[in-house]
């Protein structure tokens, strides 16, 4: 059995004795999901804004998935294991390469719409979602709402 809560660990159970088997620990703010890899061999943890990937026998932290802008509320592992999703509070989801702990699609919710960005700055989104996007403004240190037109968009992806 796997659990995990705010005292920011997660705690893998024997599930006939009740006995501790091992803790998972490294978040700051709590951990809002755990799951176990399809073959038991990983477990992923998420909470604040980032996601951790840990040897099951060991313990041992293998990979850290940092990107989102606030805390993560869910993630999942692919049904082969080789992709991590994870969903935050930043109304972003996010597909992560589970070996190189790269990120590979950024999906953003927008409004009524959707936009989707790939690791190579290629877009796409409904007709609402490709209307609005976030540029990250310098002087303000911080992700900043912006309306572009969906020519604007072409150019910058064809840069």
């Known amino acids: 059995i796997l659990t995990a809560g705010d005292d920011n660990t997660a705690r893998l159970w024997d599930a006939k ?23 038991d061999a990983m477990i992923l943890t998420a ?42 509070a ?7 390469d589970a070996t190189s702990s790269r990120e590979i699609l950024t999906i953003v919710s927008v409004l009524d719409g959707w936009l989707s960005i790939n690791a190579d700055g290629r877009y796409q989104g409904n007709r609402e979602g ?17 309306l572009w037109a969906a020519e604007d968009l072409k150019e910058m992806a064809a840069e």
């Not at 041992?60 to 993630?75: C, D, V």
């Open 17 to 39: 004795s009740g006995r501790e088997l091992r803790r998972f620990s490294g978040h700051e703010n709590g951990i809002r999901a755990a799951a176990f890899s399809h073959d």
């Open 47 to 88: 909470g604040d804004d980032n996601a951790r990937l840990w040897d099951a026998k060991s313990g041992k932290e293998l990979r850290r998935f940092s990107g989102h802008e606030n805390t993560i509320r869910a993630a999942a592992f692919s049904h082969d294991d080789a992709m991590i999703l994870t969903a935050g």
């Open 90 to 96: 930043d109304n972003t989801a996010r597909v992560w």
């Open 130 to 146: 490709l209307k609005y996007m976030n540029y990250y403004d310098p002087n303000e240190n911080a992700m900043v709402p912006t």
